[in-house]
């Protein structure tokens, strides 16, 4: 049997309770830092580039320099907290010394083709949704690709892979490690829409997909296929389709940083379907060409003896 790494990683040398205190006041700074540049930016863009028209400014090297900023930012966010818990990229990603790159590539292609044609069936059947952008920039895209994957790529790095970790080396069960950040996850991003007339289903959307990464990191061993999912998932989302809006004339020109724009409303049933059909059929790709054993999701999770070898 192959020896497994993940879970087991954070019990080779646990951190002490003020790591994980150092880790919040860190992820406090993190956003207060951020919310001063995304507030600065503007300006800091007039006085550079327009000093005598205040406020006119073009938006295709807003979104450029926003882009950049925030890939400083998350990048060294998630470098920092690597080096304070004493644990290596690779580590962090399934518990070993190196990292499964094709695994990454393959979850990409399902997510982005599962994405594109699940797009494509509803723009066949209602074309009138969506309207070509006349206005795209290929810097602003550009730079939404490279800000999209880090940003994605550090999320579930570090929630997936540190969260899921101590979850799973505190409670020593891998089912709380698999339910627990899924359940924490979309309480964090549904708390805003409490009270709306669809939030159970948009609950159920975000649920099910956080459970799905979650199990598939823990049967994998290792976050790679979730990494690649999430990113294929979200970036086919921001190239392709930006947020909706009543008509095109009400989206700020700013955010027009997509091939297509939309004036439909949202759709949570729809989407809702789309997650559980498209992610059990991701799941099913998944799990007959890495042959996971679910018996692995009622083992223990223990420390491994230190001349253990790495998983085979």
Same mark, same amino acid.
């Given at each position: 049997?192959?020896?497994?790494?993940?879970?087991?990683?954070?019990?080779?040398?646990?951190?002490?309770?003020?790591?994980?205190?150092?880790?919040?006041?860190?992820?406090?700074?993190?956003? &207060? *830092?951020? !919310?001063?540049?995304?507030? #600065?930016?503007?300006? %800091?863009? /007039?006085? =550079?580039?327009? $000093?005598?028209?205040?406020?006119?400014?073009?938006?295709?090297?807003?979104?450029?320099?926003?882009?950049?900023?925030?890939?400083?930012?998350?990048?060294?966010?998630?470098?920092?907290?690597?080096?304070?818990?004493?644990?290596?990229?690779?580590?962090?990603?399934?518990?070993?010394?190196?990292?499964?790159?094709?695994?990454?590539?393959?979850?990409?292609?399902?997510?982005?083709?599962?994405?594109?044609?699940?797009?494509?069936?509803?723009?066949?059947?209602?074309?009138?949704?969506?309207?070509?952008?006349?206005?795209?920039?290929?810097?602003?895209?550009?730079?939404?690709?490279?800000?999209?994957?880090? &940003? *994605?790529? !550090?999320?579930?790095?570090? #929630?997936?892979?540190? %969260?899921? /970790?101590? =979850?799973?080396? $505190?409670?020593?069960?891998?089912?709380?490690?698999?339910?627990?950040?899924?359940?924490?996850?979309?309480?964090?991003?549904?708390?805003?829409?409490?009270?709306?007339?669809?939030?159970?289903?948009?609950?159920?959307?975000?649920?099910?997909?956080?459970?799905?990464?979650?199990?598939?990191?823990?049967?994998?061993?290792?976050?790679?296929?979730?990494?690649?999912?999430?990113?294929?998932?979200?970036?086919?989302?921001?190239?392709?389709?930006?947020?909706?809006?009543?008509?095109?004339?009400?989206?700020?020109?700013?955010?027009?940083?997509?091939?297509?724009?939309?004036?439909?409303?949202?759709?949570?049933?729809?989407?809702?379907?789309?997650?559980?059909?498209?992610?059990?059929?991701?799941?099913?790709?998944?799990?007959?060409?890495?042959?996971?054993?679910?018996?692995?999701?009622?083992?223990?999770?223990?420390?491994?003896?230190?001349?253990?070898?790495?998983?085979?």
């Amino acid at each position: 049997m192959a020896t497994r790494n993940f879970l087991e990683r954070p019990l080779k040398d646990e951190n002490k309770w003020w790591t994980y205190l150092l880790v919040f006041v860190q992820s406090i700074f993190a956003a &207060l *830092l951020f !919310t001063g540049i995304v507030a #600065l930016i503007p300006l %800091l863009l /007039q006085l =550079i580039f327009d $000093r005598e028209n205040v406020g006119d400014y073009h938006p295709g090297l807003l979104m450029g320099y926003l882009s950049f900023f925030l890939l400083l930012f998350w990048f060294f966010a998630g470098l920092y907290t690597g080096i304070l818990l004493n644990r290596t990229l690779a580590e962090t990603i399934n518990g070993t010394k190196s990292v499964r790159w094709g695994r990454i590539l393959f979850a990409f292609a399902v997510a982005f083709v599962w994405m594109a044609i699940d797009w494509g069936i509803d723009y066949f059947w209602h074309p009138d949704k969506y309207v070509f952008n006349a206005d795209w920039h290929l810097w602003s895209a550009l730079s939404l690709v490279l800000f999209g994957v880090l &940003l *994605l790529t !550090t999320v579930v790095l570090l #929630l997936y892979g540190y %969260l899921t /970790q101590e =979850i799973g080396a $505190r409670t020593h069960s891998r089912q709380w490690a698999w339910i627990v950040p899924a359940i924490i996850f979309t309480l964090i991003i549904q708390s805003s829409d409490f009270g709306e007339p669809d939030f159970w289903l948009s609950t159920g959307e975000t649920l099910t997909l956080f459970l799905l990464l979650g199990l598939i990191a823990i049967l994998d061993d290792g976050i790679e296929l979730a990494i690649g999912f999430i990113v294929g998932y979200g970036l086919f989302s921001l190239l392709f389709t930006i947020s909706m809006f009543e008509s095109p004339e009400s989206l700020p020109e700013s955010q027009m940083n997509s091939l297509f724009i939309t004036n439909a409303t949202e759709e949570p049933l729809r989407d809702l379907i789309s997650v559980v059909v498209g992610g059990l059929i991701a799941f099913f790709i998944f799990y007959k060409k890495y042959r996971w054993d679910f018996k692995i999701m009622n083992e223990r999770v223990e420390r491994l003896p230190d001349d253990a070898p790495f998983r085979t």
